[in-house]
Structure formats: structure tokens, C-alpha cells
């Protein structure tokens, strides 16, 4: 009994994990039709930017929660200068210049810091669900990525800029003809989207530890559920989430994580081709 | 389409020139060489396999100027010819030809993962270069023209796997990577557990890419075995012992690692992570002998003190280096049938890691074999030492005196 | 104001049944009903036009008689057959060709290949160089063939969507807002081209343009919310209180 | 007069190959040859691509699966019959078959572009899955080898003599004649009505449908020509490094292969044989010489790449020659 209980845990773990590091990619995708592909590295940078601050003595929780989201927010920002705001409007130049940006992080984060795996333990230690040991920090994870899911969602539905971007997601043109200034707009999502990143990144951290090639692990199985989720930013990543997370984790539970792997991939699959536009675009315009 | 010709032509040009430039680079430093002896080496120097490739490239360096030091090999000086695979397999292909065809080294040191090996151990087959193979591997290699001085399952499980039964008891629970090391050593692990009447209650493999352990700590404690042998590989598998520990299992069921440690995890992991972790490896850098403190020196006086964790994957080339030395010193002559000859004369050398001699009938080495548990200081406390152990052979079905002509694999059936 | 060169009634009187019919055509989205039941008969060669204030269902319509759109519900009978569940190229093949209101034209190939991609898909080459010349002329497009056609005026992507129609010598044409972006001496010749169809190909015309209705003649229906309001000749509607209520009414 | 043009440029291409399959083994190094073929093979590989996402629009992420697939079935059926002549059939058929079948269920189901990218994309993952945990598993007498791959693998031999196999520089010929032949091919592919409505395809489906021409047919024909040409590569890249393993499978190589081609220039062949060859030097050059972290350099230059060139290389090749082709005119009517 209490292993079903074991089980339930680990099936939600796994959804919130998916969610979390695929929802600084939604936004991104979502709003300008993007797809960064150096969007694994903005989360391998949101680990390094907590590590390397805790092995320099600040508190974990600082570097994890303040530190790490405002640098690669920052950093995001300056990508969008340098290179995504020549680009706007050309999808495949952006994939190719934003995987070429991928190459160069991964490059110079181990030319300068080195391959090494940085090994790191959760803290906040375990407790027991009946006669099982469960890792306290995969709570905090669930419970992260939910206030993340919701607090995105509050900030395009209530505050001001969250309103115009969500008007310049849905139509850029008319936004323009309305007087906002759509590059501000752009270059402030795609820092948030950034910023997501790197905050995901750093929460995943303590259970993955970091390296400079961490990023591929984590672009594929996002660039999926992005996809699949369709039109809608938050519901689509939030269901897409859902349905990967709970298959590929319980096939993994019956069977093993390779055939749970291979479920995720057989089940996007076919979920495409069930729902051409993924799982909300078929029913709803892009949004939220 | 008026344009074509030229177009066509001109691409050519380019791409000619640059595969010119490339076949220049090295040829510079070729120049200036005059008579060296000049072998050669392929490491992962970059991309993924970075660290590995790194450390065993820096032994190398460090065996060829000792060689050197001591007047160098026949009375020349060696060269050492290094190319960046940069973890590509197809690179690996390109550059053993040229090793072979246009640097025409003397031996091939290097290659890391058996892939690897496996596309460039043919290569040097073919073209009649004498290839080390200087990495612990999933075992099997029968073939003439190589040497394959890294431990293999056998040699490392008859050691550990007696060990932990006796301290720990008789279920195992065994977590592999899902490839042919870690498939290969899960057999190994069935077969020596049953020959010490324990056995295997569980086995899980997992691709290189998973970090996620939940489900398995859960199953784990669901079988509740008396310990854990796991074959992990790569550093995503790094990240079960975070999660291991973090879910408060560390004090309830013990770990025996096949892997642990070669990627150098007893520096960066926390010790608290890390401490009680047990291995059984050729070599390790708390190793308190003469001749490893002499190397250790070296290696500090060389790259720095923070030259981080050896490990075995590092002084295996250094060893299989200084086996080929002595071969050759032996031989007179960098002949390549020759030096097969020496080597196979059961040539041994001492190395950081003591007494080093050559199999003649597997091509394997017979070495030392320390058992360590990882303590509270970032270093590995040694419990015991196994002497001269021999590389498994499972009924002779290697024996390249009898049959010199084999050149295959062996697989895991023949156990 | 012109007389038709043939009364609709003669040609019906010349062909034996309707070349179109729909039978309680409805398209839904959502709940909202665009096209509400909708019973609908073309004479072969008949020249007809439909107009009715935006959102009257026009568009939709022509959708669905093009399988643009699947009807939810009703039948679509071309020729007697049942077109109303076939794929859109299986349609076109049938020989009903459509102009859409936004012109869909290939803005990065040349006018040439634009009109040539259309009448290649039946004939044999020798026949398609002919044709191409041959309609690229008679809509005097001939100095524009090597143009891409993305860098012609509005008007003139008209003009080239038409060329593709006529290239593939449909049975059945399909104009949604044809006059739309032409000069005034364009719109002439277009409903002089029209006039020259009647009675050689069904051509069923969706405008706004009243006095261009009024040029080409024929039988006018008047879509309103999805439904037919009323069939009768240019005149007789001008007179339709009920029209002007819903239609004319709003100008 | 476009018309002979549109002859004489692949005659010219033509020329060229066979030009140098016959001259260069005579003037270079044979290693250097092993380098030129290895590019050669990617070119084919890069054409592939060219053919199915520069012109039929096609985006696809998964191309290296039909490139895995051939080569895994050639090596396959290679160990398993000993003669390599039907196994380099084998090579090109699966891919197709397997392409015809995922391009059946792909277009068909009408999957827009970027989906249809994720599902070629979790297509080859799953392949690189199965094959790489496949250690254990043996197909007749070959053994798949899980991660190791299948290595030592003969070559190619003359068809019925399993003797006469081929040497460094006649896989270099080999590879080189199959690149200017499916060059040629693909150059009067397009050219002919049937490339002509795959580009109409590209530009605008709805109007290409409403012409009467079945969108979905005109992609599936493509998509299994592409795998086709992807299945031959694989054929000889197994022929060519004498092994197969699964990292052809990656998402490393699948993206690889979208990056030549967009260095070369959508929409071209011959840039993208430019793309694969340039960026293949590059990388091996970085692996003898070492500047810097080759990730670095590759980063750089293609994100310089996208913001400075990105047309890709061969369109603005030709915009160079024409403008100075026209200047020359120009300044030829003045005198």
C-alpha cells in the first residue's frame, strides 16, 4: 500500500520535473514562435550560478532561489540583443544561431570550469512514507514548480506587461498598431523565459548535479512537451507535462527507465499524430 | 543554373584547401621531429568524455617524458602525436588512418569507450599498427595486434563480489548501465555470485542519459537486498548517489561501485555523498608505495598540484605506455612482429600501481587489485590487496600463442 | 447596363438539371452556426452571384463547396455526385477551380509558372506551353510572365489567381470578391470576361461590389446569417424591403 | 537557353567528379582521401536533407535515422550473406519502406511542420534507444552490439566476388560517383514537373491542392526519395569506417545534418554539399590542431553564419557572380 503511495509521489516528481524544465522554453516558443535551442545550456548555467555561489559559502537557498534565475534572466536579456532580435520572424536561423549559442556555452563553460561532473546532495534530507525512505527535496521540487506554473500564469492574466504580452502573443501586428513597443516586449519575455530557465536549472541541480553537457538531457524531452502542448503556454505544457510524466514514470515503474523513455517518445508520437496541432491546439488560439 | 561550373569548382577548391590545412597541422610539428620515434594517441580532449580523455592524455605526456629523460627509446627521443576525437566516433575513424597511413607511428595508444575501440581497433588491425587499449573495459578482446592493459570485469568482480557477500550478506541488487559494459559485468555478477552462493535478487539497466533514480531507490527498497553493485557510467549516473543519499539510504543498504571514482567523483562529490562507497580498481592515488609517490611527484611537478584524481583510466596508459618501453628495449627494434614477440615473453614492468606484467595468451595484464571504501576526507580508505591477479579467461577461449590468427570479441555466451 | 447575351431561364432550358445542388447545408464552429441550412442549385453554364453583409456565411460556403471545410451536416452534389466529405484536390480534379478572397497565389515563383503549374496538371506539356500563352494573353499578363508574382500590385495577383483558374479549364468557377484592389476599367473587362462564360462554364461569383453585380446580370441569392434570404434578378432585390432591411439597409 | 544551362551545369558537375575520382587518388595521400570520402558520404547525406526540407519543405529532425537505418541494414544483411551486393540494396530499401510507412503516417495525418518535426525527431530517439540497449540481441549471424555498434565490417565488393573488395581509393571513387549521380538525379528531379509542384507544395499547399494536385503524395514520393539517398549514405559510411553504431541515431547527428544544409543554403544543392564538406573539415581540423575547444569555433561560426550569411553559402556565391557577371556587362556596353 504504502509503495503505491511511493509510486504516486514519484509520478507527480516526475510531471513537475517536466514541466519544470520546459516552461522558460513554452514561454519563449510560445510567445515569438522560437525555438531555443540553448535553452538546455540557460538551464546548465542556472546550476552552475547556484553551485559555484554555495561552494563559495553563500546559502544554498540564496543562490538557488535569487541568484541563479536574475543572471541567466540578465544573460537572457543580452541574448535577445546580441542575437534572437536580428532574427525575429526567421524560425530556422534562430534554431541554427541559438544551437551554434548552445556549442559555444557548452565550449566555454568546460574550457573554463571542465567537464567535471559537480556533484551535489539534496538537502532537507528524507522522510518516511511507511517503511519508505522518500527525499524531502522531491516535495520542495512539486511544490516550486507548481507556485513557478501558477505565478507565470498570474503575470500574463493580471499585471500590465503581462496583459500586453499576452495581446502581442496573440496578435503582434495589432499590438504594434496599438502603440506598444513590441521589441520591449519580446526582449522582457524572452529574459523571463530566460530567468525560468535558470531558476529550473538550479532547482534540479541538488538531484542532477551539473555538468556542461547536462543541457542535451534536458532540451529534447522540453522541445517535446513544448510541442505537444500546443498552442496554449501554461495549459498546453501543463498537460503535455501530465501525460508524459505519468506514462514514461509508471512504464518505468513496470518495467524499466529505457522501455519508460521509449513510452514518452511512442506516446508523443502518436499523440501528434492523434492532434496534429497538439494537445490544445486544436481547441484553443494561442494564449495562455 | 549558369553559375555551376564555377560554383562547383570553387567549393572544391575550398573544400580541397581545407582538408590540405588539415593534413598540415600536425605535419609541422612532423617537420622538426628528424628521428624520433613517433607514436601516437587518440583521446577524448573534448566534448563529453572530456575529463577521462584529459586526465589519461596528461599520463601519457608524463610516461613519454620519462622515456625521454632516460635517453629515450633505441637512443632517440619520443614523439608523442595526440589528435582530439572530440568524442566522435567518426573522428576516432579519421584520425587512426592517418595515424597509421600518414604519421606511420610506432604504436597507437588510447581510446576510451569501447565503441571507440571497437572502429579503431580494426583499423590498426589492417594496417599492421600496434594499438594499446589502456582502459578498464567489458573484456573479450582477442587480437593479436592488441593490448588491452585495463582491468575487466572478472579480474575486478572476483575480488569486490567475495567481499561484500562475506561483510554484507547474500542478495544483490545490480544497477547497469544499458550497454555492453554494464550488461556484460551484470553476467559477471550472476556467475561469481552463484559461485559464492549468493545471488542476484534484481538487475536494472539505464541509458546513459538518466539522472533520474526515484523509482529505482524506491524498488530498491522494496527488494531490500543485503547490498548494491552498480556498473554506472557517465555523469548523469553520477547523480543516483545525491538522490541516494538525499532519500536517507545511505546507512541502509551499502554500495559496491564498479565505476565509482574513475571520473574523479571522490574530489567533487560531498563526502557525505560519497563516504562508504566500496571499489576494487588497479589503481588508486592513495596507493602508499615508493613508486606511487615518485609518481605522484611527477605528476605534481608536471601539471600542478590540482591536477585532480589519476584513477586507473589514467595510469593504465601510463603503464601500457612503459610496457610497450620495455618491449622494445627488449626487442632492439621498433619492428612490429618483434616487439608482438616481447611483449608476449610475460615483459612486466613496476608502475604506480606495483608489478605490471603482460598475459602472453590473452594480451591482458596480471596486476595488483586494491579494494578501498570511500571515506569522510575526500580520499579512498584501502582495506585490502589482491596480488598478480590474473585476466579471466572463461575456458581458454583466448589463446593468441596457439591461435594468433583470432581476432574477435568474445562474448558474454562464452562465459 | 448591358443585356445578357442568354437569359438564365434559356439556359436552364439548354441543360438538363442543376451542375450544383446542396441539400441543408450547415457548418458550425463551436456551437455558432455559419452556414444554416443552405439549399442550393447552379444550372450548368449559369452565371449566378451571391451576395449578403459580412459574416452572412458567404466565405464558409464556398469553403465547403471547395472541401476547404467539412459540413457538418447536408450534402453537396456536383454533377449528382456527392462531393461533400472528398478531399479538396479530389474536388478540384472534378473540375471546380476557386479565386479566395485573400488571393493564393505562389508569391515567389514567376506569373509564368504560376499559371503553368496549373494547366500542367492535366495536359501534356507541348499543350501546357500553349495554354499558358494563351490565357496569359487574353488577361494581358504577358509583359509580367517572369515576375514574381510577389512583387505585383493587388489588382494583378487578381489577375494571376484568375490566369491559374482558367489554365485548368474548370467546369465549375468559384470568384470570392474578384473585384476586389482593380481599377474601374478592370473591373469592365472582368465582367466582360464573365459574360463571355455564360453558357460555356458555371461560374458563381461572391461580391460586394453592387454595380459589378449589376453589369454581369444574372440571378442574384442573398446570404444572410447563414441562410438564403431570397433568389431573384439585380432588380427585383434592389426593390426587397426584406434586403435592404438586413443589407442595404446598413449602407 | 535556360533550358541547355539546365544541361550543362550537371554535365559540368558530372565532369568535375568524375575529373577527380580519376586524378586525385593519384595525386594525394591516401589518408587525405579517407577524409575527402567521409565528406563525401555527409554530402550525400546533406543532399538528402537538401531534397527533403530545402525544397519539399519537410522539416525534418529525424533524417539520420534512414541514414542509421540503411547502414544498419547493409551491415546487417553484409555479415549475414557475405556478398555486399544485395546488402547495399537492402541499405537503400529499408529506409524507404520505413520511410514510406512514418511519411504514410505523417502526411496522411496532416501533422503541421514543427510537429512533424518532434515526431521525427522522438523517431530516431527511439531507434538510438533500442539499438543502443540491443547488446544482447542478434539478427542471423550478426550481433547488433548495443553501444559498441557493429565494427569491422568488410567492404563493398564486386557484385558476385566477395573477394575483390574495395580498396580506400575505390570507396573514395565509389562514394564520389554516387554523390555526382544523385547530385545529377535530384538537379533533373527538380527541374521536371514533378519538383516543380514539391516546390509549388512548399510555397503554398492550399493553392497546390486546389489546383488538384495531391499535397500528400507529392511529400510521401519525397520523403522516401530522401530516405533513400539518406540509406545509400549509410551505406557507405559503414562501408567507408568499416563499422555502424547507434550514435547515428542522436540528436548530436540529426542536428548536424540540419546545420549543414542551412550553412549551405536552403534551398540549394550544391550548398549543401558546400555546408557538410566545410563544416566536416572544420571539425577534423580541429581535432589535430588544438586552437581552442572545437565546440567553441563551431558555436561561433555559426551563430556569425546566421547573422552574416544567412542566405547560406551558395546563394550568396551567386549573388556575387551575378553582380559581377552584370557588371561586366555594364561596363562591357560602355566600351
Known amino acids: 500500500m504504502d509503495f503505491f503511495a511511493v509510486v504516486v509521489i514519484q509520478v507527480v516528481y516526475a510531471i513537475a520535473t517536466l514541466a519544470l524544465i520546459s516552461i522558460g522554453l513554452a514561454i519563449i516558443y510560445g510567445m515569438m514562435r522560437v525555438i531555443n535551442f540553448a535553452h538546455g545550456e ?103 514548480t507548481s507556485v513557478i506554473v501558477v505565478g507565470v500564469y498570474v503575470f500574463f492574466k493580471f499585471t500590465p506587461h503581462g496583459l500586453i504580452a499576452q495581446g502581442t502573443m496573440q496578435n503582434d501586428r495589432m499590438a504594434a498598431a496599438l502603440g506598444v513597443n513590441v521589441h520591449k516586449v519580446y526582449a522582457v519575455t524572452f529574459g523571463l523565459g530566460a530567468a525560468l530557465s535558470g531558476l529550473a536549472g538550479a532547482i534540479l541541480a541538488p538531484m542532477f548535479g551539473v555538468m556542461p553537457i547536462i543541457g542535451i538531457t534536458y532540451i529534447t524531452k522540453a522541445f517535446i512537451v513544448v510541442v505537444s502542448g500546443g498552442s496554449l503556454v501554461i495549459g498546453g505544457t501543463a498537460s503535455a507535462s501530465v501525460l508524459f510524466g505519468t506514462i514514461s514514470q509508471i512504464v518505468t515503474f513496470a518495467t524499466t527507465p529505457i522501455v519508460g523513455e521509449v513510452a514518452l517518445l511512442v506516446a508523443a508520437v502518436l499523440l501528434l499524430r492523434l492532434l496534429p496541432q497538439g494537445i490544445t491546439g486544436r481547441f484553443f488560439r494561442r494564449g495562455l | 543554373m549558369s553559375l555551376d561550373v564555377t560554383r562547383r569548382s570553387v567549393l572544391r577548391i575550398g573544400t580541397g584547401a581545407i582538408a590540405a590545412v588539415a593534413s598540415l597541422g600536425p605535419r609541422l610539428g612532423l617537420a622538426e621531429s628528424g628521428d624520433k620515434i613517433r607514436i601516437g594517441t587518440i583521446q577524448d580532449l573534448s566534448s563529453f568524455l572530456q575529463p577521462f580523455g584529459t586526465q589519461k592524455k596528461r599520463c601519457l605526456d608524463l610516461a613519454v617524458d620519462e622515456i625521454n629523460a632516460s635517453g629515450g627509446l633505441l637512443g632517440r627521443q619520443v614523439e608523442l602525436i595526440t589528435y582530439d576525437s572530440q568524442s566522435n566516433d567518426q573522428l576516432y575513424a579519421q584520425f587512426a588512418t592517418q595515424l597509421a597511413l600518414r604519421d606511420k607511428v610506432a604504436v597507437v595508444h588510447g581510446g576510451l569507450q569501447s565503441s571507440a575501440r571497437e572502429v579503431i581497433r580494426p583499423i590498426f588491425h589492417r594496417t599492421n599498427t600496434l594499438f594499446f587499449y589502456n582502459t578498464p573495459y567489458e573484456g573479450g578482446v582477442c587480437d593479436r595486434n592488441c593490448f588491452c592493459t585495463g582491468t575487466t570485469p572478472g579480474q575486478l568482480l572476483e575480488n569486490l563480489l567475495p567481499y561484500m557477500i562475506k561483510k554484507y550478506g547474500k542478495t544483490i541488487y545490480v544497477l547497469a548501465a544499458d550497454y555492453n559494459f554494464g550488461q556484460l559485468s551484470e553476467k559477471w555478477t550472476r556467475k561469481i555470485a552463484s559461485e559464492n552462493g549468493a545471488k542476484v535478487v534484481a538487475s536494472e539497466f539505464f541509458p546513459l542519459d538518466v539522472a533520474q533514480f526515484g523509482p529505482t531507490i524506491s524498488k530498491i527498497q522494496a527488494a531490500k537486498p543485503a547490498f548494491i553493485i552498480n556498473t554506472f ?167 593468441l600463442i596457439k591461435r594468433p590468427e583470432t581476432n574477435v570479441q568474445f562474448q558474454p555466451e562464452a562465459l | 447596363m448591358h443585356a445578357p447575351a442568354l437569359s438564365d431561364a434559356d439556359v436552364r432550358e439548354m441543360t438538363n438539371g442543376p451542375i450544383l445542388r446542396t441539400v441543408g447545408l450547415r457548418k458550425t464552429f463551436g456551437g455558432v452556426a455559419a452556414v444554416d441550412g443552405v439549399d442550393f442549385a447552379l444550372a450548368e453554364g449559369e452565371l449566378r452571384c451571391i451576395i449578403g453583409p459580412n459574416g452572412a456565411g458567404k466565405s464558409t460556403f464556398f469553403k465547403m463547396l471547395t472541401g476547404q471545410l467539412r459540413p457538418s451536416e447536408g450534402r453537396i452534389l ?38 503553368r503549374l496549373s494547366a500542367a496538371r492535366k495536359q501534356r506539356p507541348a499543350g501546357v506551353r500553349e495554354t499558358v500563352h494563351h490565357v496569359l494573353t487574353r488577361l494581358n499578363l504577358s509583359n509580367h510572365a517572369d515576375r514574381l508574382v510577389g512583387e505585383l500590385a493587388h489588382g494583378q495577383r487578381q489577375w494571376v489567381e484568375l490566369a491559374m483558374l482558367l489554365a485548368a479549364d474548370p467546369t465549375l468557377i468559384l470568384l470570392d470578391e474578384p473585384t476586389a484592389g482593380l481599377t474601374r476599367n478592370e473591373v469592365e473587362r472582368l465582367a466582360q470576361l464573365l459574360r463571355e462564360m455564360r453558357g460555356k462554364q458555371s ?49 | 537557353m535556360k533550358l541547355n544551362w539546365a544541361v550543362i551545369g550537371p554535365a559540368a558537375a558530372a565532369g568535375c567528379g568524375l575529373a577527380l575520382a580519376g586524378i586525385l587518388p593519384s595525386v594525394v595521400e591516401t589518408f587525405v582521401l579517407v577524409d575527402l570520402t567521409a565528406y563525401i558520404v555527409m554530402s550525400i547525406l546533406a543532399l538528402s536533407l537538401a531534397l527533403v526540407w530545402g525544397y519539399g519543405g519537410i522539416l525534418c529532425f529525424g533524417q539520420s535515422a534512414f541514414f542509421g537505418l540503411g547502414g544498419y541494414a547493409y551491415v546487417i544483411g553484409l555479415i549475414n550473406l557475405g556478398d555486399s551486393t544485395i546488402p547495399v540494396a537492402l541499405g537503400i530499401v529499408v529506409p524507404m519502406i520505413f520511410a514510406a510507412l512514418l511519411g504514410y503516417f505523417l502526411f496522411y495525418g496532416r501533422v503541421g511542420d514543427i510537429y512533424l518535426g518532434v515526431i521525427t525527431l522522438s523517431v530516431s530517439l527511439i531507434l538510438y534507444n ?82 488538384g494536385y495531391d499535397a500528400r503524395l507529392y511529400k510521401l514520393v519525397t520523403f522516401v526519395v530522401g530516405a533513400a539517398i539518406a540509406g545509400l549514405a549509410g551505406v557507405l559510411f559503414a562501408n567507408w569506417g568499416s563499422f555502424i553504431g547507434p550514435t547515428v541515431f542522436s540528436i548530436f547527428f540529426s542536428a548536424q545534418i540540419i546545420i549543414w544544409v542551412m550553412v549551405g543554403g536552403l534551398g540549394t544543392l550544391l550548398g549543401a554539399v558546400a555546408g557538410a564538406s566545410i563544416i566536416q573539415a572544420v571539425t577534423t581540423w580541429l581535432g589535430s590542431n588544438k586552437i581552442a575547444d572545437p565546440n567553441i569555433i563551431l558555436g561561433i561560426i555559426f551563430i556569425v553564419f546566421v547573422l552574416l550569411v544567412p542566405k547560406g553559402i551558395q546563394p550568396r556565391l551567386a549573388d556575387w557572380l551575378r553582380s559581377l557577371s552584370a557588371w561586366r556587362g555594364s561596363s562591357g556596353k560602355l566600351t
Open chain 3, 203 to 251: 461560374v458563381i461569383v461572391v461580391e460586394h461590389d453592387m454595380a459589378f453585380v449589376q453589369m454581369i446580370g444574372g440571378t442574384v441569392t442573398v446570404f444572410h446569417e447563414g441562410r438564403i434570404l431570397v433568389e431573384d434578378t439585380m432588380a427585383n432585390i434592389r426593390r426587397n424591403t426584406q434586403v435592404r432591411n438586413v443589407y442595404l439597409g446598413k449602407r
Open chain 3, 78 to 115: 456536383f454533377r449528382g455526385q456527392d462531393i461533400s466529405r472528398q478531399q479538396r484536390f479530389r474536388i478540384s480534379q472534378l473540375g471546380v477551380a476557386i479565386k479566395t478572397q485573400v488571393p493564393s497565389v505562389y508569391d515567389d515563383l514567376p506569373v509564368k509558372e504560376n499559371v
Open chain 1, 42 to 144: 540557460f538551464l546548465m548555467l542556472g546550476g552552475y550560478a547556484t553551485v559555484i555561489p554555495t561552494h563559495a559559502g553563500i546559502n544554498l537557498w540564496f543562490s538557488m532561489l535569487v541568484i541563479a534565475p536574475v543572471t541567466i534572466g540578465l544573460f537572457g536579456v543580452v541574448v535577445e540583443r546580441l542575437i534572437v532580435r536580428r532574427l525575429y520572424g526567421r524560425v530556422i536561423e534562430t534554431m541554427l544561431a541559438t544551437w551554434g549559442l548552445s556549442l559555444l556555452i557548452i565550449g566555454l563553460v568546460s574550457w573554463i570550469i571542465g567537464y567535471y561532473q559537480e556533484g551535489a546532495a539534496p538537502p532537507l534530507g528524507s522522510i518516511l512514507i511507511g517503511s519508505y525512505h522518500v527525499s524531502t527535496y522531491t516535495f520542495f521540487v512539486i511544490l516550486a
Open chain 4, 130 to 211: 533500442l539499438i543502443n540497449s540491443g547488446a544482447q540481441f542478434k539478427i542471423g549471424s550478426a550481433a547488433i552490439g548495443g553501444n559498441n555498434g557493429i565494427p569491422g565490417v568488410p567492404p563493398i565488393n564486386f557484385p558476385g566476388v566477395p573477394s575483390s573488395q574495395l580498396s580506400y581509393e575505390g570507396s573514395f571513387q565509389l562514394s564520389l560517383a554516387a554523390l555526382v549521380i544523385i547530385y545529377v538525379a535530384l538537379h533533373f528531379l527538380l527541374a521536371s514537373n514533378f519538383g516543380r509542384v514539391v516546390v509549388a507544395i512548399r510555397s503554398n499547399e492550399l493553392r497546390t491542392e486546389l489546383l
Open chain 2, 233 to 399: 557510467v557517465g555523469p548523469a549516473h553520477a547523480s543516483f548517489y545525491g538522490q541516494w543519499s538525499a532519500a536517507g539510504m545511505k546507512n541502509e543498504i551499502p554500495i559496491a561501485s564498479q565505476t565509482f571514482g574513475e571520473g574523479g567523483e571522490i574530489l567533487r562529490m560531498p563526502p557525505e555523498v560519497a563516504e562508504g562507497i566500496t571499489v576494487c580498481y588497479n589503481y588508486l592515488d592513495e596507493i602508499d608505495t615508493a613508486s606511487n609517490k615518485v609518481f605522484l611527484q611527477r605528476m605534481r611537478t608536471k601539471f600542478g598540484s590540482d591536477f585532480g584524481y589519476i584513477g586507473d583510466l589514467g595510469v593504465n596508459e601510463y603503464q601500457g605506455l612503459l610496457l610497450w618501453a620495455e618491449a622494445v628495449k627488449k626487442a632492439g627494434t621498433l619492428d612490429r612482429e618483434a616487439v608482438i614477440k616481447a611483449l608476449e615473453s610475460g615483459i612486466s614492468i613496476v608502475g604506480p600501481s606495483g608489478d605490471v606484467s603482460l598475459d602472453p595468451v590473452t594480451h591482458h595484464c596480471i596486476f595488483n587489485m586494491y579494494l578501498a571504501v570511500a571515506g569522510k576526507d575526500r580520499k579512498f580508505i584501502i582495506q585490502e590487496k589482491f596480488e598478480k591477479v590474473r585476466p579471466t579467461n572463461p575456458n581458454g577461449v583466448c589463446d
